[in-house]
């Protein structure tokens, strides 16, 4: 009996011990595996993080810095605005006009040589600045282009500048060619106020030349007679109570206050006095002028029989 109860108590202690084993075996195995686990997730988060910081330093790197510059404006033409300074006639060309330019002023620009202008036509003014720079086309192109801006920043007018030698007299407006700045070359007028007229004419506009007055004119019981007439001058001829005059006919013209032109037939005798001066005016047939020096004098043409 006493044998059975030590085989008994040894066999328990045994169990005992194997339990206990498995315990410490088992434990250890969820340690590790906690540990294996913990490892793992730390691997991770750092290749997490590591992969994150690279793409930041990546982004940063690649970023173009910001910049509040504006691309730079094309070179501007060597234009110096002072050599444009001076009084200009701002001119429509004339509807049917033929291949020559003929214009009718609309008003007058003066430019100053600190690049600023001022346009006047007698009811309106208009100031602003005067900048050169390129006009850039499609195909790479430029060519130098003169902006007149109003005071607000919008453009006004600009030209188109081929050759600098071009603006000596003229400065053609946009593409279309119907609009010009002439220059006011300083010309004096004479001593009764009038300007020698030298623009050419338009082709079939005779009605306008010295030429169209070829002939012989009655006022009264008097007549004139104009003859050797070409655009801008011819001879006349003429008698009244006072006795007989002779002379030269001139087309020229006077400003007017809103800065247009009016053109005039004036009659100078020999002794350089303004005998008669008579308005140029638009009729065709020219059958009809009328003397403003003389009381309004109308003068009729005298159209005889061949």
Known sequence: MK?????LTAFLTALASFTACGSTSSSSSEKAATTSA??????SDASTEASTEEKTTAATTTKAPETTEKPAEADAPNIDIADLAGNWIYELQDAGAGPEF????????????????????????????????????ADGSKVPFLAFNKE??????????????????????????????????????????????????????AFNSVKSLEGEWLHGQFVLTFSECDTYMGGFHDENE???????VRLEYSNNADGTQQLWYNLYTNDGGLYKSFKVTQDIPLDSITDE????????????DE
């Open 3 to 7: 044998k059975k109860i030590i085989v």
């Open 152 to 205: 607000s920043g919008e453009m006004w007018i600009g030209c188109y500048i081929n050759d600098m030698a071009d603006t000596s007299k003229y400065l053609y407006i946009g593409n279309g060619g119907t609009e010009r700045l002439v220059r006011d070359n300083g010309a004096e007028p004479n001593f009764y106020g009038f300007y020698e007229y030298t623009e050419p004419m338009r082709e079939g506009a």
């Open 38 to 43: 913990a490892t793992s997730e730390a691997s």
């Open 242 to 248: 006072d006795g007989e005059f002779v002379g030269t």
């Open 293 to 304: 020096t003389q009381y309004g004098i109308e003068h009729t043409r005298i159209i005889r």
């Open 102 to 137: 003929v214009g009718t002023p609309k008003g007058s620009v003066v430019i100053s040589a600190n690049g600023t202008y001022t346009y006047n036509n007698g009811s309106y003014t208009e100031n602003g600045t005067l900048k050169a720079r390129y006009e850039e086309f």
